[in-house]
């Protein structure tokens, strides 16, 4: 059986505060036959500063209800348990689900209650939702390859969570938080909007990870806050975003031809939005994307 590797000259303090160690990390995976993989976008957190970092920046506390997306080998799951705040760790891997409440019962047993870990895959939270409950926040090492997916599959069927603090890469991470007219700015950045203020909450070097990624990562702090003031539907508006960011190059015009059904009608509901239609996409906030969604609504219904 795994144990908890005792406290080291190397890292005084991570097993005393009921961490994982990177010695912990290694031995644990070995343990279980796990050799992380690209395709599920696995690098384990190893480093106890780091751990401590994010659950700061989470602003985590006694009384929230935390969601984890990919707690992998629990070393940010352990972290969020010693604020003393429930956990709902949801991992797609079967074998890190199955051995994850053992391995918190083992190194921090009195925390291991406040734990409840789902085997499921987090782009379908739908299936699971009874079980997840009604967290307050999301905190997660997301996979670099699914990471804007799932954020904002968490923030559309999980209207508790009120904020959220995710580890993506750094390229993702600065996509999230661009404002419109920036050169980063696109399909991401205005989705994300609808839901949340984000902002950049510090960069994560690439030496905390095990095995190390060949990328840079980041922190981003995600606030929830009322969607746009309009008649347009989420889907609605997001069809639009998506067919702006289509052929970003092109004009608003020309972009939404296809999305509109011609040129001329896309400019038609540009203008009856109050939108110029030779401006580009990346122009655009998600209140405009929500305006051009239901003027073109108002001209269908006009129409019918």
Known sequence: MWEAHPVTHEHPGEAAQGLLTPVDVRTLAEHLGVRPTKALGQNFV????????????????AEDHVLEIGPGLGSLTLGLLATGADVVAVEIDERLAT????????????????????????MDLTGVLDRVGHPTRLVANLPYNVAVPVLLHVLQVLPSVTSALVMVQAEVADRLVAP???RTYGVPSAKAAWYADARRAGSVGRSVFWPVPNV?????????????????????TFAVVDA???????????????????????????RAAGIDPTLRG????ITAFAAIAEAAAAEAGSEA
């Open 180 to 182: 419109p007219g920036s």
């Open 216 to 236: 840079d990562s980041a922190l981003v702090r995600l606030d929830r806050r009322q969607p746009p003031t309009t008649t347009a539907t989420r889907e609605a």
């Open 46 to 61: 190893i480093d106890g500063g780091t751990i401590r970092r994010i659950v700061r920046a989470a602003g985590v506390a």
């Open 282 to 285: 990346e122009r655009l906030d």
């Open 99 to 122: 051995a994850l409440p053992g391995t918190v019962a083992r190194v921090a047993p009195e925390v291991a209650p406040r734990l409840a870990v789902v085997h499921a895959d987090a």
């Open 244 to 270: 702006a960011f289509a052929q970003r190059r092109k004009t608003l015009r020309a972009a939404l031809a296809g999305w509109a059904g011609s040129a001329d009608r896309a400019e038609r509901v540009l």
